[in-house]
């Protein structure tokens, strides 16, 4: 049904998972109106792409987290983004973080709130890494660390992340 | 490294996270193709992750679902094209009468000559077509009516005997003249009235000299031909045609004689 791309499962599709995702762009691009956006466009992305979608190499839910999370991260790191963000004034409900960019607090939702219990230097690097879609080469750069205690931090975090969504 | 240590390394998680290079998703789905507790590990792990994903989910504004079916209603299904955002910025559409005004100008302006365009062009095409088609009517008319000159210069020779070629039992309706000029010795044929023949067939002039017939050529009919050049003979009581094998025989076949005229003696 929704490789055919029948309208009626993907309303179906939205509806049960338009929040989920929602919340992960949220958690990668803080500000909401810009974030439903983004919601939009992995939504259209999803419908083209659904053909590329492999049953045997994971969850649809997989897929779809994966397809936003790139859309989210793409908008993030476009030239346009990072003007705006530079442009704007600073409210008060919003922090800068050690890198720079605008954030509104969003620790406390989606799988944020998980990373949240870990250790400072496995938070740091998930965060490089999967909100901010580094490459281990990149965070290396980053945090000074060699490659490989990049990695190696970087599988423990996620096993430990594991342990904290039981 | 064993499979359990490699499923517990937090490549799962990487993999399915999308946190894992390249080489190490081939590497994972290669092995997980082989072994199926590793399917099992992975949608465990995926598992974990939707409920969580789903418990755990802000409901974003109410107006994106409409705004997403709407926006597949207007795409192509053709998975290449891309979107183009025009963006509008808030500010209001009807900020110039005038440039509206303009811009439908235009378009109404753009089809006028884009009809016009092809109405030209397809008038262009039809005079080609009818300048073509007189020219070849030109072509036809003109040789027919030097074909008609040349028959009546034929007749006209002084020396020239018009035989009138009856047509004989098996073709009584066959008409033809053979116009003999003694002098010159040219013969012409024309056919005024006989039946085509099968291709391999072809008719045959012969001139009778002192009872011996003399092979005059062959000649097709055709709608074509008013008159014919055979070839010269000096003498001939008699002229008569027969059907033969295509090319003509050495004698002919007399029992396919279809028309016969005697000569008058040359005045």
């Known amino acids: ?110 799988l944020r709130k998980v990373v949240e219990n870990l250790k400072k230097e496995h938070r740091s690097l998930i965060d490089l890494a999967y909100f901010k879609g580094y490459t281990h080469e990149e965070i290396a750069e980053i945090e000074g660390l060699p490659l490989g205690t990049v990695k190696t931090r970087i599988r423990t975090a996620l096993i430990q992340l594991r342990e904290h969504l039981k | 490294m064993n499979l359990e240590e490699y499923i517990s390394s937090g490549i799962v998680e990487s993999y399915v996270l999308g946190l894992a290079s390249e080489e190490e998703v081939q590497e994972f789905e290669e092995l997980s193709a082989e072994y199926p507790e590793m399917m099992a590990v992975r949608r465990a792990f995926e598992l974990l992750l939707e409920k969580h994903a789903l418990a755990n989910a802000v409901s974003p504004p109410a107006d994106g679902k409409l705004r997403f079916l709407e926006a597949i209603q207007t795409i192509p299904s053709n998975n290449q094209s891309k979107i183009v955002n025009m963006e509008n910025n808030g500010t209001p559409m009807r900020k110039s009468n005038g440039s509206r005004f303009v811009a439908a100008a235009s378009v109404i302006l753009l089809a006028g000559c884009a009809w016009f365009a092809y109405h030209s062009y397809s008038q262009n095409q039809e005079l080609k077509n009818s300048n073509a088609a007189l020219q070849a009517k030109l072509n036809s008319d003109d040789s027919i009516l030097n074909q008609i000159a040349s028959e009546q210069n034929a007749a006209k020779e002084h020396a020239v005997n018009v035989v009138n070629m009856v047509g004989t039992q098996p073709a009584s309706h066959s008409e033809a003249n053979v116009f003999w000029d003694s002098t010159s010795q040219n013969v012409y044929m024309v056919v005024k009235n006989m039946p085509k023949l099968p291709n391999d067939k072809q008719y045959q002039l012969w001139a009778l000299i002192d009872g011996k017939p003399k092979d005059l ?51």
Do not use: C
């Open chain 1, 1 to 110: 049904m929704l490789k055919e791309r029948s309208n009626h499962a993907f309303a179906y599709l939205y509806d049960n998972y338009s929040s989920a995702l929602y919340t992960i762009i949220l958690q990668i691009v803080p500000d909401q109106e810009l974030a439903s956006d983004v919601l939009q466009e992995a939504f259209v992305n999803i419908w083209r792409k659904i053909d590329s979608y492999d049953q045997s190499k994971g969850k649809l839910f997989t897929w779809l987290l994966n397809v936003t999370r790139n859309v989210s991260i793409d908008t993030v790191r476009s030239k346009g983004f990072q003007n705006s963000q530079k442009n704007q004034e600073l409210p008060e409900t919003v922090f800068v973080d050690n890198s720079g960019y605008v954030q509104q607090d969003v620790d406390k939702i989606g």
């Open chain 2, 217 to 267: 050529g062959v000649f097709d009919v055709s709608d074509q031909k008013f008159i014919i050049k055979m070839k010269n003979t000096q003498k001939a009581d008699a002229f008569a045609i027969t059907i033969e094998h295509k090319g003509g025989s050495p004698s002919p076949t007399l029992e396919k004689m279809q028309s016969m005229g005697k000569t008058k003696e040359p005045i």
